[in-house]
């Protein structure tokens, strides 16, 4: 599935799918003149990009983020506070 088989309103249960390699190659690149690349692993540890980050993308070296494959969205759960551990 790609970013132009889904509305903007599903964005938020998809993420884009990235191998190690290309993660390596967003970590500390821009996807504008003013936000960074950030991607994350989800419950499944795959490394994944927003979709948002994937439409705003202007950078003319990462455009090929627009044509990542899309999985659904599953996150890690929160880690629970140490305080709660007492």
């Not at 967003?26 to 927003?50: A, E, R, S």
């Not at 003319?60 to 990542?68: I, Q, T």
């Amino acid at each position: 599935m790609k970013m132009t088989d889904i509305t903007e309103s599903e964005w938020l249960n998809y993420v884009g799918l990235l191998t190690e390699s290309q993660k390596n190659n967003l970590l500390g690149q821009k996807l504008d003149d003013n936000c960074f690349f950030n991607p994350f692993q989800d419950l499944n540890n795959n490394w994944v990009l927003t979709i948002q980050e994937m439409n705003y993308c202007v950078n003319l070296n990462f455009m090929w983020v627009k044509d990542l494959d899309l999985i659904i969205f599953e996150a890690k759960p929160k880690p629970q506070p140490s305080y709660l551990n007492i």
